[in-house]
């Protein structure tokens, strides 16, 4: 989700290095079953990066995101998840704040196997939610599933953004997308060309091919689309204080349709 490149093109993943993406995506599958069940009211951030430290020390995995400084200046990332809150969209820095009953928790987690990474995210309530936060999760999380349902081979890169925007905007609450962060590619690195909108028209872009790999990361605001980048250098926030909600697979185009690749068998 950092952004990284603007080039247009894609890589073609042989049937080998698909094997080493699934065998990424499923330790990131684990690691966010670990997490879905430490998300209560109590907990820190950084005692859930913790947690995925552990898991991927189990799986001998490598996390994606230690470390990484996409563009030359930045501070590099200091934690092995993404743990944002509430107003905070994306890129959240693990550490000492407490999670809160009720508070939006979004986890994005990256590992690397053989070489390959896989990337996902979710959005977790924490406790008992209210029915607004519960419709923005809802909403962001079946957006999300929109936007896989769109990426077939021969469709464009345009289709998918086109449907996660469709969606949102048709949602009664007057949610909106967040333009200023995308999806990408993704195989040997973390961020590879293309970048995957969450709006514009249907119809452009790239066209998808089978073996392509990419990850695809609505992000929903209750509020307007704008941000703001904290401090930190890291922490993307909502640029009007509203909540924000953010969910991610990473998937392969196949002739038979779309493979996610970031959840466990079954």
Known sequence: MFQESKSPGA?????RELTAMRQ????????????Q??????????????IAREVLKEQGAEPSFLDYAPVPGITPYPGVICSSLNEEIVHGIPGDRVV??????????GAVVDGFHGDAAMTVIAGEGTKKTRALVDATRRSLEIGIEAAQSGARIGDIGAAIEDFILSCPQGFEVVREYTGHG????????????NYGPA??????????TIAIEPMV???????AVLDDEWTVVTADGELS????????ITESGPEILTKLDG
């Open 11 to 15: 890589t073609i993943k042989s049937e």
């Open 24 to 35: 990424a995506g499923r330790v990131v599958a684990l690691v966010h079953e670990r997490l």
């Open 37 to 50: 069940t430490a998300v209560v009211p109590g907990v820190t951030t950084g005692e859930l990066d913790r």
């Open 100 to 109: 809160r009953n009720g508070d939006l928790v979004k986890l994005d987690v």
């Open 186 to 197: 993704i195989g040997r690195r973390l961020h590879e060309p293309p970048q995957i909108p």
């Open 203 to 212: 119809g452009r872009g790239l066209v998808l091919k089978p073996g392509m």
């Open 221 to 227: 605001n209750i509020g307007g689309w704008e941000t």
């Open 245 to 252: 909600a953010h969910f991610e697979h990473t998937i392969a």
